[in-house]
């Protein structure tokens, strides 16, 4: 099956950082998403990306869509304490697959960060 | 905001006994899923439902998984017979006919 790579598997930052993870999968996806998942809840999405070279900016947050549908990454400027969290890329739909919009995670990207 | 609200939020049954966790999605929603993630680990696909059948599962969701969309409302997803490694947080999620998914807090399940 599909499969995404995500790194780094996890980081550790003081306060004011800025962070920056990606995701690269050796399958095309339509469409690629950014979720947040804080302990004990479910996913949330933060950004998604549906056209390959798209770059979409969510308050502190900017995610770009690989010009060759293979790969994402989310910026995140000036952490603070509540950006801590897991941090999920999932890729959605395949080229000429017939997907009902399942998504395919990432490992995730455990992210601390120290006041 | 709506939601998708998922109960119970934690379940501990014992080995090889059956469990229903249920979901009640956002009244808009045409798609429905599915997911698992074990401890420390990635969110899986389970199952896509679609017009009340199941559309696409995964290779996890075998013979003793199955969903039901009863009443027009609730979605489960039911274990027929659970073993120690179904052991895990289920999400439910739905969206649209558009991309924009949106998932439950999620039912942990402990086998014991």
């Known amino acids: 099956g599909q499969q995404l790579n995500q790194s780094p598997q996890s980081m550790f930052i003081q306060e004011g950082e800025d962070v920056s993870m990606n995701c690269t999968s050796s399958?095309?996806?339509?469409?690629w998403l950014w979720y947040k998942q804080d302990p004990g809840e479910g996913p949330v999405l933060l950004i998604a990306?549906?056209?390959?070279?798209e770059l979409t900016s969510n308050g502190r947050l900017t995610a770009q869509f690989g010009i060759t549908r293979k790969d994402s990454f989310l910026n995140i400027s000036a952490s603070i304490p509540s950006d801590v969290g897991i941090y999920f890329c999932?890729?959605?739909?395949?080229?000429?697959?017939?997907?009902?919009?399942?998504?395919?995670f990432g490992q995730g990207t455990i992210l601390t960060v120290h006041p | 905001e709506p939601e998708v609200t998922q109960t119970p939020s934690h379940q501990v049954t014992q080995m090889g006994q059956e469990v229903i966790l249920r979901c009640v999605p956002i009244?808009?929603?045409?798609?429905f899923y599915w997911y698992r993630q074990i401890l420390g680990q990635k969110v899986e696909f389970l199952v896509s439902?679609?017009?009340?059948?199941?559309?696409?599962k995964s290779e996890i969701f075998d013979d003793q998984f199955s969903v039901e969309r009863p009443d027009g409302s609730n979605f489960t997803l039911k274990i027929r017979s659970t073993k120690l490694e179904d052991s895990a947080m289920y999400f439910c999620?739905?969206?649209?006919?558009?991309?924009?998914?949106?998932f439950g807090s999620g039912t942990r399940l402990t086998v014991v």
């Open positions: 999932a890729g959605q739909g395949n080229a000429g697959g017939t997907s009902y919009g399942k998504l395919t």
């Open positions: 399958s095309i996806f339509n469409t």
């Open positions: 990306l549906y056209k390959a070279g």
């Open positions: 009244s808009n929603h045409l798609y």
């Open positions: 439902f679609y017009n009340n059948e199941i559309s696409e």
């Open positions: 999620a739905g969206r649209q006919e558009t991309y924009g998914y949106t």
